[in-house]
């Protein structure tokens, strides 16, 4: 397991906001927590990236533990992420902001660079027309992208996408999801969470289920799609 | 009211002006920013801007000893730029202390940011003070003979002993303008240019604007932000060191409660001009030094601080987040 999460407990003041959950993202897989509103998955992910203290539990990223490492240095180890609500940086242009997801690097001027910038404009070729553009302008699809394109600006190993699909138009949903399979199979680990459990379940290789800040189920993407209690829930009944 | 006064004097009324406004949008860069950063008001900021009128006016004495002298600005300026360095450090290391001991530690607690201001408002008392004791702090050391050309009668005025002679180079209207006016408009607007390309540039810089506009984001990003903020101060006190020289090198004495005045002026320029904007400081800080001047031609010197706070509240009242500013969240620093 590339990442391994064990019996977290997270509180924010006295309410507990994650109780004892456990799993693992599989390097190479496609990782999807799915589940309600206020079920605890964008504070999972804010965990992992170190921006929530931990109760209870450890975080382990590729053999070491990093529950109490700071947040720069979990960039560094390749651990970035694209935050729910976008967090582009408002002031700054499109090349700034990719600019800024490479903060931790220290291969600026070399191709290498480049050629990540251009890897990033060949998945949204919108970002290279805006480049100059700052962000606080641009549409919620546009940032939704350039968040994406900056989570990935680190060379991260492991990417968390938080609610990449919130607020777009349906046929935006479903570029995004092909491009986080593009991702994916361009050699990038996911942890993806989503409230459009239909979408995330289709491109999960491992799903979990997150009902009140615990694991309720937990399968392949394939196998909880057909569970009846997750349809029930999550995809709209009987689909 | 002497309008009259005015237009008479207008280039001179204005290129002093420019001179005091210049001082002030460098002392206001130090507000602006880390109220970007914070959301806070610095107000321990003035102390930063006193220690550096006294660190400058020291290294004359240490140097000349106390005799004074009048010189004129070409004849000294090897010394003035040690004392513009000394000014600079002193301030940057006083900025930083405060970060670390008043803010800091509130800071990891998450504390409300009103009991920061409180903490700001308790170290710049501390700060003064501790320069209106300095003679009793170098008793308590047993040094107040070997250095009582800096510490003693500590509540008084203290004079740089060398008063630089103002030259005039040339005339605009019928004012003479001085070597003097010049280096200090000049060296206040090549400081705000180069911070300007530090924080558009430079990776600190970009660090500095994402802690900015979206703390969380930046620290997503791999920003140390504890790092960012103490840059921050750093930077902060430099300017206000390098305004502390350059407001010596025009008025030549300070006093322990010299920040006061300035920094609420400063405040008030960062304020104007939008707080939080870097330009706006600029902006802020001319426009304030520029009207301060032209108002107390017009209504007596009296009414200087009154001309000054009208300005703020009539711009306040038309747009409420200041000249340059924009709505809180938005494009900041």
Redesign the interface.
């Known amino acids: 397991m590339l990442l391994e999460v064990e019996g977290l407990c997270v509180n924010y003041g006295h309410i507990e906001a994650i109780r004892n959950i456990s799993f693992g993202v599989a390097e190479g897989e496609v990782t999807t927590l799915i589940g309600a509103n206020g079920a605890g998955k964008t504070t999972t992910l804010k965990t992992i990236?170190?921006?929530r203290k931990v109760r209870e539990g450890k975080i382990v990223f590729d053999g070491k533990d990093i529950t109490r490492l700071?947040?720069?240095d979990r960039?560094?180890l390749g651990i970035?992420?694209s935050?729910e609500g976008r967090?582009?940086?408002?002031?700054?242009t499109v090349r700034?902001n990719l600019?800024?997801?490479a903060?931790?690097r220290t291969d600026?001027k070399t191709p290498a660079y480049r050629e990540d910038v251009e890897r990033v404009f060949q998945l949204f070729p919108r970002l290279e027309e805006r480049v100059n553009q700052?962000a606080?302008t641009m549409s919620g699809g546009e940032q939704q992208m350039l968040a994406i394109g900056?989570?990935l600006m680190?060379r991260p190993r492991l990417v968390l996408l938080d609610e990449p699909s919130m607020g777009l138009a349906p046929r935006l949903i479903q570029q995004i999801f092909t491009i986080i399979s593009e991702i994916n199979q361009q050699g990038t680990t996911v942890l993806l969470v989503e409230q459009n459990a239909a979408q995330a379940l289709r491109r999960a290789h491992q799903a979990h289920v997150l009902e009140t800040g615990e694991i309720v189920r937990s399968g392949t993407g394939e196998e909880l799609s057909g569970d009846p209690s997750v349809r029930a829930a999550y995809l709209g009944g009987d689909v | 009211m002497h309008f009259d006064f005015l237009f008479q004097h207008i280039f001179e009324l204005t290129i002093t002006g420019l001179a005091l406004g210049a001082i002030y949008a460098l002392v206001a860069l130090g507000y602006t920013m880390v109220y970007g950063i914070l959301q806070l008001i610095n107000f321990a900021h003035s102390e930063v801007f006193m220690f550096g009128t006294f660190a400058f006016a020291w290294v004359f004495v240490f140097i000349h000893g106390t005799t004074s002298a009048s010189q004129g600005l070409g004849s000294t300026i090897g010394l003035l730029i040690l004392a513009l360095v000394a000014a600079m450090l002193t301030s940057a290391a006083v900025a930083l202390l405060i970060e670390r001991v008043a803010y800091r530690p509130l800071l990891k607690k998450d504390a409300p940011k009103l009991i920061a201001l409180i903490s700001a408002i308790g170290a710049s008392f501390t700060l003064s003070e501790l320069m209106g004791v300095r003679d009793k702090v170098a008793a308590w050391f047993g040094l107040e003979d070997n250095l009582s050309n800096y510490v003693s009668n500590a509540r008084d005025i203290y004079a740089n002993p060398v008063t630089i002679n103002p030259k005039g180079l040339f005339t605009i209207g019928d004012y003479t303008v001085t070597d003097v006016d010049l280096v200090v408009i000049g060296a206040a607007l090549a400081m705000m240019l180069a911070l300007d390309i530090f924080v558009r540039r430079t990776?600190f810089g970009?660090?500095i604007?994402?802690v900015a506009?979206?703390p969380?984001?930046?620290?997503?990003?791999?920003?140390?932000s504890t790092r960012i903020i103490q840059i921050t101060f750093l930077i902060g006190g430099l300017m206000a060191g390098a305004a502390a020289a350059l407001y010596m090198l025009k008025i030549g004495t300070t006093r322990q409660n010299a920040g006061f005045i300035l920094g609420v002026k400063a405040f008030t320029a960062a304020v104007l001009g939008g707080i939080g904007n870097l330009r706006g400081a600029l902006l802020g800080g001319l426009l304030l030094g520029v009207v301060e001047n032209w108002g107390s031609a017009v209504f007596g010197t009296q009414w200087k601080d009154v001309v000054a706070f009208v300005l703020l509240v009539l711009i306040l009242l038309v747009r409420p987040s200041g000249l340059l500013g924009e709505a809180l969240?938005?494009?900041?620093?």
Request: charged letters at 25%; aromatic letters at 6%; glycine letters at 16%.
């Open positions: 990236s170190g921006l700071a947040p720069y960039v560094k970035s992420q935050p967090g582009c940086f408002p002031g700054m700034e600019d800024m997801g903060y931790v600026r700052t606080g900056r989570a680190a | 990776r970009r660090g604007r994402a506009q979206d969380e984001s930046a620290l997503l990003m791999g920003v140390n969240g938005k494009a900041r620093a």
